[in-house]
């Protein structure tokens, strides 16, 4: 990736719009100017600092991955040596994603809500029809069930309290319920604890890199050959497609969250130069962080053990070094910390994606989904994320039908980040035929086609059958169950869109047009209004894209419905 030449400045929507010369662009369709209004000023205020930005990502990114997952990816690819590559590959993959989000923020700085207003700027035509997709997918199924689930898991633990599938449910709704709340009554103190957590976080993995560097030097007698799986350390790399394809996804999924910042983006005085510095800083953490811990894991703990360890690496790291139990619960203990920090900053952020779907006018009652009374919190979008969260903790039974859910959150978030990528090639040439200025950051075309390259790879790696057969997944049933219901629900989504944008208007001898809401708190938001086709000439001369009247035209909304 790489900035463009020095004498850029950032460039907001309207002045990228403004500055098109007027013949150029009449060869362009209108295609920048569409979409939900900007909110040149934030209605949420500008809570989210440097800081912030650095322990959204921090926080959402590091869960209970670096400390259960070690031990599946070794499984999964044989060897220490192939195993700590696959970390380092994880993060490349991740800096070039986080590369493309960059380029999209120099484009549009004053939107909030990442990928859907993204999606929305990247494929404008058919009008709405991509951010509908999106919203449908990620309303019902970007929840904090499964982090929820485990933080009352590992607290039962802790507490040595014996687990029903009761109290765990209990536990797991009470925490999102807490969260929630804390969310809605002030955005400051949410991102307060976010940040404190994710110094937990961050302060308890440098501990374990310590431990694993004094194991290596000798000094933890405990700990026999200390280093042992270093030597030979491609001894037993596996040749298995499907397994060497699992881990791979699997630490895609470790480093899912160096993107959580870009939700927020509005909320940052500036937020350009801000994320350009501190979200790749943020990813470096992490990285660094992740190694170490492998490192230290890899020092301490047989290899054969971890191999067998299941989701409890971590576990034998501790009880290799610590003879009490004290210290066994100190670590079940920091990984509930871990799973609230993740429900905490996946919470923030998933607000602002649900709002900005609202204020897209793809949720019934805009006005609802875009308002920030009486708090300054998007009071109407925490409150649906809770709810599904905690229908999702209370209604699948454990096992098979908990870990489908799960699961099938993973594969559309593939096919967005397939989608985005090859987005931003729409808007670069876009841009190029109106002349638009240069832009704050610039992608370099190798990073973006790596970028392109995995995403495509992590659509088809989970059709890989697994070494068990077809029914060898973590399921019982087939194991790309998942994977078609995924595709199921973005076919469904499409579906409604048709039936919304295309039949019933057909039928009803309408068109579907929007209009701006306008708050008093300073939010906008757009909803759709139905213009019948004897109207719709009169509309569409009288109105822009966002259903403004031009040039204050008399024309009123008021004669068109919902």
């Known amino acids: 990736m790489t900035d463009t030449p020095s004498k850029q400045s950032v460039y907001s929507e309207e002045t990228i719009e403004q500055s098109f010369d007027d013949d150029e662009a009449s060869n362009v369709p209108s295609e920048e100017d569409t979409g939900v209004p900007t909110e040149t000023v934030s209605p949420l205020g500008y809570h989210v600092d440097w800081t912030s930005v650095i322990f959204l990502n921090v926080s959402r990114t590091i869960g209970i991955g670096v400390f259960t997952t070690p031990g599946t990816i070794l499984k999964g690819v044989g060897s220490v040596g192939l195993s700590l590559i696959y970390w380092v590959v994880g993060f490349l993959f991740s800096a070039a994603s986080l590369s493309v989000y960059l380029e999209y923020l120099s484009y549009y700085p004053k939107r909030s809500g990442a990928d859907i207003a993204y999606l929305e700027k990247a494929y404008p035509r058919p009008r709405l029809f991509v951010p509908a997709l999106y919203a449908f997918t990620f309303v019902f199924l970007s929840v904090s069930s499964s982090s929820a689930i485990v933080f009352a898991e590992y607290v039962l633990a802790a507490l040595g309290t014996e687990k029903t599938t009761w109290n765990v449910r209990g536990l797991a709704v009470g925490m999102c319920t807490f969260v929630t709340l804390v969310c809605m009554a002030n955005t400051k103190w949410s991102l307060r604890l976010s940040n404190w957590i994710g110094m937990i976080k961050v302060a308890t993995l440098v501990f374990i890199a310590l431990l694993g560097l004094i194991v290596l030097a000798g000094g933890i007698e405990r700990v026999e050959n200390p280093g042992s799986n270093f030597r ?42 801000t994320l350009k510095k501190y979200a790749p800083l943020s990813l470096g953490i992490v990285f660094v962080l992740y190694f170490m811990a492998n490192i230290a894991y890899f020092a301490t703990v047989p290899k054969e053990l971890i191999k067998d360890s299941h989701e409890l690496t971590a576990s034998l790291f501790f009880e290799a070094i610590f003879p009490n139990r004290e210290a066994v619960v100190a670590l079940q203990v920091l990984v509930a910390l871990s799973s609230l920090g993740s429900v905490f900053a996946s919470t923030i952020s998933a607000s602002r994606v649900v709002r900005e779907c609202g204020r897209q006018g793809l949720l019934p009652y805009p006005r609802l989904w875009a308002s920030t009374k009486p708090f300054g919190t998007p009071l109407a979008p925490y409150a649906l994320r809770w709810f599904i969260s905690c229908v999702i903790i209370i209604l699948p039974p454990p096992g098979d039908a908990f870990n489908f859910i799960v699961d099938l959150q993973y594969y559309p978030t593939a096919v967005w980040a397939l989608l985005l990528t090859i987005g931003l090639y729409r808007i670069r040439e876009r841009r190029r035929k109106a002349h638009a200025p240069p832009s704050a950051f610039r992608v370099w075309d190798t990073v973006a086609a790596f970028a392109l390259a995995v995403n495509v790879g992590i659509m088809v790696l989970p059709w890989v059958p697994p070494e068990g057969g077809i029914y060898g997944g973590d399921v019982s049933f087939f194991y790309a169950t998942y994977c078609i219901v995924g595709v199921a629900i973005i076919l469904l989504a499409a579906l409604l869109y048709w039936i919304w944008f295309t039949y019933l208007p057909r039928r009803g001898q309408y068109r579907i047009r929007q209009v701006v809401e306008k708050l008093s708190d300073g939010a906008q938001a757009l909803r759709t209004v139905k213009v019948p086709l004897h109207a719709l000439a009169e509309w569409d001369a009288t109105h822009d894209e966002h259903g403004q009247p031009i040039l204050n035209t008399p024309t009123s909304t008021q004669d068109y419905h919902d």
């Not at 996804?249 to 509005?266: C, D, H, P, Q, T």
Request: glycine share 8%.
């Open 232 to 273: 030979n350390a491609f001894s037993g790399t596996s040749t298995n497609i499907n397994g060497l394809a699992n881990a791979l996804l699997k630490i895609r999924f470790a480093y899912v969250g160096y993107e959580n910042a870009f939700s927020v983006a509005n909320e940052v005085r500036n937020p350009v130069p």
